[in-house]
């Protein structure tokens, strides 16, 4: 089919959002097959059926490239703890934080689970996501993290979005192994990323790479498996102090090292030479009121590419609005609306390894969205407003 009369956001290039008045995208078999103006429509698309976009804007559809959104409970009595002056370090180490999610993720059924997940997946799919990743972590046990990457695939099933599966079994040390973290790795961690890699569960391999959960030795260890078994890497890194998390992430060439907010001019500098995304959380920053925000400006000056993702999860950001998250990027981050979104577009999908999303150009999936507004900088402006006029997936309105 053929997309006529839009005002067409391309992002072709990290410089500018690549606009075509009157623009024509041609779609063949979920592909964008052609995009520019109408004046230059090749004769070969000029009898394929038309849908006048009547002067919208047309963008990639935007990527959420990190969130938890497989989870049971939720934890807004810690909320009210952290408004009332306790750390998110001292609610984990109180036996709060993401262990508390662990016993709520054992006890609930795989189709409970389900059925909350796709509650906060709707909410993203209105607002124009067609592909997200989803973490494990919450199981921190072998059936359990088993139960949440399964969850994660039914997730495709049951909506029209794309999911990738990140195995996020060293997120933090389970009750059961208190103070034997190695132990875990080894008895737990590594023995269950195995099993889920021969079942077809695992697109990626995560971990949390900070003083409350995990060291860089040990992230390493499961690292090395992941390599091992054929299986690209990310790290949650310093989000809260900085312990190496990003070096490590760059010595495995990761396609993504995520928080980053204690990264330093030293760490820019190796996630571009690796050719590492930096992932931005700013919902996870504005939910835990940190001051430490990311070093936006030294991943300006070494060209390190940034992508934007709502963290979404029970504790440090229960967002799932990626408009919102924009904004919030934009805000509390300082970045330009181009830069939000292009993280939410073509940078998330190279964190994701999809070199093929997140641009319109011939080739790209055909996943787009057409919105109501004048201009691409009105995403990211305006707060609590969704202008998403309708969306395309795999080539399909």
Not at 219 to 231: D, S, T
Not at 340 to 360: C, F, N, S
Request: hydrophobic share 45%; net charge negative.
């Amino acid at each position: 089919m053929l997309l006529t009369n839009g005002h067409i956001a391309t992002l072709q290039n990290d410089d500018s959002f690549g606009l075509i008045e009157g623009g024509v995208i041609a779609i063949d078999r979920a592909h964008v097959a052609w995009v520019g103006s109408a004046a230059d429509l090749p004769d070969e698309y000029a009898n394929h059926t038309r849908h006048d976009l009547e002067g919208r804007l047309v963008t990639p559809a935007l990527i959420d490239c990190h969130t938890h959104v497989v989870f049971g409970g939720n934890r807004a009595a810690e909320f009210e703890q952290r408004l009332n002056g306790a750390s998110y370090a001292e609610v984990a180490k109180a036996g709060g934080g993401i262990v508390s999610t662990v016993r709520a993720t054992r006890a609930a059924s795989e189709d409970a689970l389900l059925s909350d997940a796709l509650k906060r997946v709707d909410a993203m799919i209105a607002e124009g996501v067609t592909l997200i990743e989803v973490k494990s972590g919450y199981g921190l046990d072998h059936d359990t993290e088993l139960k949440m990457l399964r969850v994660a695939h039914k997730i495709a099933d049951a909506r029209s979005i794309h999911v990738r599966a990140s195995f996020l079994g060293a997120h933090a040390v389970p009750a059961e192994y208190a103070g034997r973290p190695d132990v875990y790795i080894d008895e737990m961690c590594i023995p269950t990323l195995r099993a889920a890699h021969a079942m077809g569960l695992v697109d990626a391999v995560d971990g949390f790479c900070e003083g409350i959960a995990f060291d860089v030795a040990q992230i390493e260890r499961v690292f090395a498996v992941a390599v091992e078994l054929g299986l690209p890497v990310k790290l949650h890194a310093e989000q809260l102090s900085n312990i190496g998390g990003t070096q490590l992430a760059t010595k495995y060439a990761a396609l993504s090292a995520d928080h980053v907010e204690y990264a330093t001019d030293s760490d820019a500098m190796a996630l571009a030479k690796a050719g590492t995304v930096a992932v931005v959380l700013p919902g996870a920053f504005y939910t835990l009121r940190e001051t430490q925000a990311p070093p936006i400006q030294s991943f300006r000056d070494h060209g390190v590419p940034m992508a934007v993702a709502t963290d979404c999860n029970p504790g440090s950001s229960p967002l799932a609005s990626p408009l919102l998250t924009m904004n919030m990027a934009c805000t509390l981050f300082r970045m330009t609306p181009l830069e939000a979104l292009l993280g939410m577009t073509a940078h998330a999908a190279t964190a994701l390894g999809e070199e093929k999303r997140g641009r319109i150009t011939a080739g790209a999936h055909a996943d787009l969205n057409i919105w109501d507004v004048a201009h691409p900088a009105e995403l990211s402006y305006r707060i609590g407003f969704n202008p998403l006029h309708s969306r395309i997936f795999k080539g399909s309105l």
